[in-house]
């Protein structure tokens, strides 16, 4: 109950809380390599204007990046491969992808979950109508329902099924998904990168958006960019297999993998000459 004190307010501590300070205390274990890299999105976000002005539709910029990392990781399933209790490296030939949203329950901005299964066999539009069932019907999902419950626990039953979960990779992928997807960027402008606390083999991390100069076809031209942070468990993944699944990202993030055509792509990516 909300309690009004002189200078402060006492709020209940929200027992969503509680699974992140749980998670982040896991976290703090693995040996994780954060990479900060920037993305050229210039045509994939033309490409999402052009279609909201043609139909009146917006399309889920989350979707057409889940649609490239999953595309991504199909050449690499190293990349968000665990490591067993019996000491056996586990690669997942679907990508399930978690991704955390900012809903609204009972009045409250809440942080909820919702796993995308496969998304290395979905299309951007099958991922695009996912996000918004998900976004208008998000009370009653299943990762929604696990999460109350789970929360109820006492604090160290929660941190002993976290601690055997991520030993069993089939568990961890049914209830948690593969690979951790979390975008901070929405809530604000500019370029600025997050560094998360991942018990993941693999997370990503959108970050903000900002428009700077860049250089397209030998000529300077006002690009946007993406900030993303690529965090990495070092346990599993090596420093070559992941620079080579950052540039496959990026080159389908920088192509609008899913979004255009070859015309409209080579239409948007001739810059004005710059003054």
């Known amino acids: 109950m909300k309690q009004k004190q002189a200078g402060q307010t006492v709020l209940p501590y929200p027992r969503s809380r509680q699974l992140m300070a749980d998670g982040g205390r896991m976290g703090l274990r693995k040996h994780t390599v954060h990479g900060l890299v920037e993305f050229d999105i210039t045509l994939a976000r033309e490409s999402i204007r052009q279609h909201k002005a043609e139909t009146g539709e917006t399309l889920s910029f989350s979707a057409f990046i889940l649609a490239c990392l999953g595309k991504a990781l199909d050449a690499d399933k190293q990349m968000h491969g665990y490591r067993s209790w019996r000491n056996q490296l586990i690669l997942f030939d679907d990508v399930d992808v978690n991704m955390l949203f900012e809903v609204e329950v009972n009045g409250q901005k809440m942080i909820r979950p919702h796993i995308f299964r496969a998304v290395n066999q979905q299309s951007m539009r099958e991922i695009h109508e996912e996000i918004r069932a998900f976004q208008n019907q998000h009370e009653g999902s299943e990762e929604s329902k696990f ?129």
Request: aromatic share 12%; charged share 15%; with cysteine.
């Open 147 to 275: 999460i109350d419950w789970f929360v109820r626990l006492p604090g160290f039953l929660r941190r002993l099924f976290l601690w055997a979960l991520f030993k069993q990779p089939e568990m961890l992928k049914a209830y948690y998904g593969t690979v951790l997807v979390s975008s901070v960027g929405m809530f604000g402008k500019g370029s600025g990168w997050a560094i998360p606390v991942p018990n993941h083999s693999l997370q990503i991390t959108l970050g903000g958006i900002a428009e700077k100069p860049g250089v397209v076809n030998h000529r300077l031209a006002v690009r946007e960019y993406l900030c993303l942070t690529i965090s990495m468990d070092h346990d599993v993944i090596d420093g070559a297999p992941a620079a080579r699944f950052t540039q496959r990202f990026k080159e389908l993030v920088e192509s609008g993998y899913g979004l255009c055509n070859s015309e409209t792509a080579y239409a948007i990516q001739q810059p004005n000459l710059a003054t």
